[in-house]
């Protein structure tokens, strides 16, 4: 079988990729090794449609972040994907973490978000019951349901001709004479442009490439996170998160459509996939929680799931940048590998699929 060009994953990011060179014209098939498409990093996440103060000046998060932003909530409003534009509050517990907050009110200029201060007064009538010094008021942050995202997409896909095969392995892949040579467990096809968005995966994809450099293969860690749901309604109307520690977004709280509440994700790095829940750091957990909000009622908190983030840097270590490479880098025809799509992955993936599709169209 032969088809224009093959996706592989069909999470958030692997879809919007696929409806975007499907709106570009090319026949585009979608390989999904799960039953379900999103079953991964897709459904395991916060839900949170970031606004993008977080990452470094011009990189990939912070560009795909908040052109993904725009483009999702546009998206949304289209489709009728279900989504609120809840607000969120970064919160300095302390007069020592108010320098902090400002670099961070610094950053979201540079990266065009819009923030307010907030001096504890104010962010306290938002949000009685804070820890807080200070807090940035992001008004352009939001929730989706990234299960009707996924089904949005996935429709999208099929109306413009292309499929969705699940329950289906990519085994290999092979550059030969301008042609993909996908291998499955299911049998083999041919394709000129082939993208690597397998996630938690995209590095063994990669690695079974023939040809492909080495060089540009990053080591994949697992960065486990815990969540907790709260019994009973929502204390807060909007997203409270912590200032950043220096590997992740801390645990913060996040809200679903119905309003209630959750609390996650912590940071656990572990050796391999694992979605068992771990309740064994229970009170780490809480103690998390407790800095920002001192009254969490312990005893109402319940474990709720367990997500795995495919992170391209490890223990203390600095946040790492997506990474988008396509023929200019690695020098193989019709390739993009997506490695690192964690956290602002679900905001950014209409963005990111923009990009993959304008480097398939270079010469």
Not at 104 to 118: C, D, Y
Request: proline content about 6%; some cysteine; overall charge neutral.
């Amino acid at each position: 079988m032969d088809v224009n060009s093959v996706v592989v994953g069909a999470g958030v990011v692997g879809l919007a990729t696929a409806r975007e060179l499907a709106r570009a014209g090319r026949e585009v098939w979608v390989l999904e090794a799960n039953e379900r498409p999103g079953e991964g990093i897709s459904s395991r996440n916060s839900g949170v449609i970031h606004a993008g103060m977080y990452y470094p000046t011009d990189s990939l998060k912070a560009r795909c972040c908040v052109r993904g932003k725009a483009l999702l909530y546009d998206y949304c409003r289209a489709r009728g994907v279900a989504h609120r534009q809840t607000g969120k509050l970064i919160v300095a517990t302390s007069d020592e973490q108010l320098p902090k907050l400002r670099k961070l009110q610094q950053q979201a200029a540079i990266n065009g978000v819009a923030v307010s201060w907030l001096e504890r007064d104010a962010a306290l009538a938002l949000a009685p019951g804070l820890r807080c010094a200070a807090a940035l008021d992001s008004p352009s942050t939001g929730i989706v349901d990234a299960a009707e995202l996924v089904v949005a997409l996935q429709g999208d896909v099929e109306a413009a001709g292309g499929k969705l095969l699940t329950r289906i392995q990519v085994q290999s892949a092979t550059l030969r004479g301008g042609q993909w040579r996908v291998t499955t467990d299911q049998g083999t096809l041919t394709c000129r442009n082939l993208v690597n968005a397998a996630g938690l995966g995209a590095q063994a994809l990669a690695t079974s490439m023939d040809g492909y450099p080495s060089a540009l293969l990053p080591r994949l860690h697992y960065g486990q996170g815990h969540y907790y749901s709260l019994r009973g309604a929502s204390p807060f109307q909007q997203l409270i998160y912590p200032l950043p520690p220096a590997a992740s977004l801390g645990v913060h709280l996040g809200l679903d459509l119905a309003g209630r509440c959750r609390f996650g994700p912590d940071l656990r790095w572990v050796d391999k996939p694992d979605y068992r829940f771990d309740d064994s750091q229970r009170e780490q957990f809480i103690a998390a929680i407790r800095d920002w909000w001192p009254d969490v009622p312990a005893d109402d908190l319940q474990p709720d799931f367990v997500g795995i983030r495919p992170k391209l840097h490890g223990p203390n270590q600095p946040q790492s940048d997506f990474q988008l490479l396509g023929p200019a880098e690695h020098g193989m025809s019709g390739l993009v590998q997506l490695f690192g799509i964690e956290s602002p992955g679900l905001t950014s993936a209409m963005a990111l699929a923009v990009e993959v599709t304008a480097r398939l169209s270079e010469p």
